[in-house]
């Protein structure tokens, strides 16, 4: 193939990419769906029931009320009052719009909603949003870090008795939080070394480089408010623990009425994997890639012998499916309710990003 037809064929894929990734996320999820039986998981569902449903809607509503309270509160600290409804229903559009897309397009809709309906600056906006994600990612890495200690101390009387590829549930636990550690220090590095980080990362992506540069110039604006709103940051920090931990426990209601007893600590903290996973925009809502995170993470504590025992596999993984499945019909609900309530496309969002 000449250069020619080479290029040729790059601008058709690049043009294309955002098709492509959909059929491919569409395939993965068919080929999932076969993997674990249709019909089973359809009775799974039904296992579940109304009850189950209700409950997972009661509970996945008072996240996201935590959640809008504490984004209002955060503005707050910006010296910049927000509207309630403004922060609830910008956080449904954002939620609903990184579920369709791969390209994590919700975070700069929830910037230009919030700057367009309380008449801010761009500027503070970005910030506010800035500020969000980063507390919310120390939360995720402090409660990761407290499950895996509980787990830990509690693991002793099967540590020697389950073994998974010659090692123990306790050295798989110790190098998550190696793991986990490491990536809150290199965190850490890029909000105190941000040159330094960002040069290495613009030799593997300059766009990530870019897009990483803006989010922490963002946050370290927002923050210096932040020394004379010191109560307010304090309340953030603590409303971020129970919309973290009630978010991630809600497969709980899925988990228990299919007879599983699998420890409530371990499921937090598989489903803070798959949120972790969602991160890297690799297929819509993480699509295909979360539920295996998290089933496989499971698997390791209670899969006879973790991946080689398929059928047990499988089992678990429908139940992340489920969660997923739940999740989305909701956010396609309230989210798709929130883009209408201010008639947002997603046209106008890919150029908000730009």
Same mark, same amino acid.
């Given at each position: ?5 080479? %290029?040729?064929v790059?601008?058709?894929?690049k043009?294309r990419?955002?098709?492509l990734?959909g059929i491919a996320?569409?395939?993965l ?11 089973s998981?359809?009775d ?6 109304i009850?189950?449903?209700?409950l997972?809607i009661?509970?996945?509503t008072?996240a ?5 309270y504490k ?7 910006l010296?910049? !009052?927000? /509207? $309630? *409804? ?7 559009a954002a939620?609903?719009?990184n579920?369709?897309t ?9 910037i230009?909603?919030i700057?367009d309906?309380e ?5 503070? *906006?970005a910030a ?11 939360l995720?890495?402090?409660? *990761?870090c407290f499950a ?6 509690s %693991?002793y009387?099967?540590a %020697? !008795? ?9 050295f $798989? ?7 986990i550690?490491g990536?809150?220090i290199?965190?850490?590095?890029l909000l ?6 960002l040069?290495v990362?613009k030799?593997?992506s300059p766009?990530l480089?870019?897009y ?7 946050f370290k604006?927002?923050?210096? #408010?932040?020394?004379?709103?010191k ?6 920090i603590?409303?971020g ?7 991630a ?6 988990? $228990?009425?299919?007879?599983?007893d699998? #420890?409530?600590?371990l499921l ?19 699509w295909?890639?979360s539920?295996n995170?998290?089933a ?5 504590f209670y899969?006879p012998s %973790?991946?080689l025992?398929?059928? $047990?596999?499988?089992?678990i993984?429908s ?6 499945l739940?999740?989305s /019909? ?17 046209k106008e969002?890919?150029?908000m990003?730009?």
């Amino acid at each position: 193939m000449n250069e020619e037809s080479r %290029s040729k064929v790059l601008i058709w894929l690049k043009r294309r990419k955002r098709l492509l990734i959909g059929i491919a996320t569409i395939l993965l999820l068919i080929v999932m769906v076969y993997f674990v039986d249709f019909p089973s998981l359809v009775d799974k569902i039904l296992t579940v029931g109304i009850l189950g449903l209700i409950l997972f809607i009661i509970s996945y509503t008072v996240a996201f009320i935590l959640r809008a309270y504490k984004l209002k509160l955060i503005f707050k600290g910006l010296d910049k !009052e927000i /509207a $309630y *409804s403004t922060s609830y229903f910008s956080i449904g559009a954002a939620f609903v719009i990184n579920d369709l897309t791969p390209a994590k397009l919700g975070d700069f809709a929830k910037i230009f909603i919030i700057k367009d309906k309380e008449n801010i600056r761009l500027s503070e *906006s970005a910030a506010g949003i800035a500020i969000e994600r980063v507390l919310d990612l120390i939360l995720l890495f402090f409660i *990761s870090c407290f499950a895996l200690l509980y787990l830990y101390l509690s %693991s002793y009387g099967v540590a %020697s !008795e389950r073994l998974i590829l010659g090692q123990t549930i306790q050295f $798989y636990i110790v190098i998550g939080a190696i793991f986990i550690v490491g990536i809150l220090i290199l965190f850490l590095l890029l909000l105190y070394k941000t040159d330094t980080i960002l040069k290495v990362i613009k030799k593997l992506s300059p766009k990530l480089a870019h897009y990483l540069g803006r989010f922490i110039i963002n946050f370290k604006e927002g923050m210096k #408010n932040f020394k004379y709103h010191k109560k307010e940051l304090i309340y953030i920090i603590l409303l971020g623990f129970p919309t973290w931990i009630i978010d991630a426990a809600i497969i709980a209601i899925i988990v $228990y009425p299919l007879g599983y007893d699998f #420890n409530i600590f371990l499921l937090i903290l598989a489903k803070i994997l798959t949120f972790f996973s969602k991160t890297f925009p690799i297929t819509p809502g993480g699509w295909g890639i979360s539920e295996n995170v998290g089933a496989l993470f499971i698997s390791f504590f209670y899969a006879p012998s %973790s991946i080689l025992f398929p059928e $047990y596999y499988t089992q678990i993984l429908s139940i992340f499916i489920i969660d997923h499945l739940f999740r989305s /019909a909701y956010l396609l609900i309230f989210g798709g309710y929130s883009i209408l309530h201010y008639n947002l496309s997603l046209k106008e969002i890919q150029q908000m990003k730009k």
